[in-house]
């Protein structure tokens, strides 16, 4: 049975195994963001725009989460007590080889057969060598006491997302998520099109949808000629 998008794992949504390195994840987040894209023609007839925006934001969400030593830790660990992380499969050079049904039956080996003797240690991937140190540790979205214009900027910067980022994952244009952080709330649309604005940029960035809008709106609805 094939798994929906939804219940898929992020190892599942991006295709890799739990023992690749980073630079795979890297290349697999990649491929898959493409996949997604939501100018892609093939996904008209599969996704309507907002459940391929949902994708896109799982797909954010997974690399955020695997390409970073930490978080991955916590993740495998979160899976390991739900009992939903797949084993890795072995390397190639342990696997037992499987003999031909022509051939004949041999026998175990043992300590005079050079099978028998332990195989060298093996180097570590490169990709591992070079796994980025993971960020320390930053106040949470949570921490965030009133979420104003320049404190969603912060929140992005921390994430180590751009304008660019935001406005691939959202759809929104750069320009009104640069009048958001700015608070330059002449520039910004009516109310009900820049609460839908709100809510994509908080779910981009993993923050409460709900406190980011009010508090927002807020501020927008103080700032407006009486």
Not at 14 to 32: C, N
Not at 155 to 177: C, P
Not at 189 to 199: E, T
């Given at each position: 049975?094939?798994?929906k998008i939804d219940d898929m794992n992020f190892y599942e949504l991006l295709e890799i195994s739990p023992?690749?390195?980073?630079?795979?994840?890297?290349?697999?987040?990649?491929?898959?963001?493409?996949?997604?894209?939501?100018?892609?023609?093939?996904?008209?007839?599969?996704?309507?725009?907002?459940?391929?925006?949902?994708?896109?934001?799982?797909?954010?969400?997974?690399?955020?989460?695997?390409?970073?030593?930490?978080?991955?830790?916590?993740?495998?660990?979160?899976?390991?007590?739900?009992?939903?992380?797949?084993?890795?499969?072995?390397?190639?050079?342990?696997?037992?080889?499987?003999?031909?049904?022509?051939?004949?039956?041999?026998?175990?080996?043992?300590?005079?057969?050079?099978?028998y003797r332990a195989a060298p240690p093996q180097t570590p991937p490169l990709d591992d060598l070079m796994?980025?140190?993971?960020?320390?540790?930053?106040?949470?979205?949570?921490?965030?006491?009133?979420?104003?214009?320049?404190?969603?900027?912060?929140?992005?910067?921390?994430?180590?997302?751009?304008?660019?980022?935001?406005?691939?994952?959202?759809?929104?244009?750069?320009?009104?998520?640069?009048?958001?952080?700015?608070?330059?709330?002449?520039?910004?649309?009516?109310?009900?099109?820049?609460?839908?604005?709100?809510?994509?940029?908080?779910?981009?960035?993993?923050?409460?949808?709900?406190?980011?809008?009010?508090?927002?709106?807020?501020?927008?609805?103080?700032?407006?000629?009486?």
């Amino acid at each position: 049975m094939v798994k929906k998008i939804d219940d898929m794992n992020f190892y599942e949504l991006l295709e890799i195994s739990p023992a690749a390195g980073t630079q795979d994840v890297h290349r697999a987040y990649d491929r898959v963001r493409r996949i997604y894209d939501p100018n892609s023609i093939a996904l008209y007839s599969l996704f309507t725009p907002e459940e391929t925006a949902r994708i896109r934001l799982r797909i954010e969400d997974a690399y955020r989460t695997l390409v970073y030593e930490e978080s991955r830790k916590e993740y495998n660990r979160m899976l390991k007590e739900r009992n939903e992380l797949p084993e890795p499969e072995p390397p190639a050079s342990k696997r037992r080889p499987v003999p031909a049904a022509s051939a004949p039956v041999q026998r175990p080996p043992g300590p005079d057969r050079a099978e028998y003797r332990a195989a060298p240690p093996q180097t570590p991937p490169l990709d591992d060598l070079m796994a980025p140190v993971a960020p320390a540790a930053e106040p949470a979205a949570s921490a965030t006491t009133e979420f104003n214009g320049p404190a969603i900027k912060a929140l992005r910067e921390r994430a180590g997302l751009t304008i660019r980022n935001i406005a691939d994952m959202t759809k929104i244009g750069s320009r009104y998520l640069e009048y958001i952080e700015a608070e330059h709330f002449g520039k910004l649309p009516a109310r009900p099109y820049l609460r839908g604005f709100l809510l994509l940029y908080a779910q981009a960035l993993g923050c409460d949808s709900e406190r980011m809008i009010a508090d927002y709106l807020k501020r927008y609805e103080a700032a407006k000629p009486k």
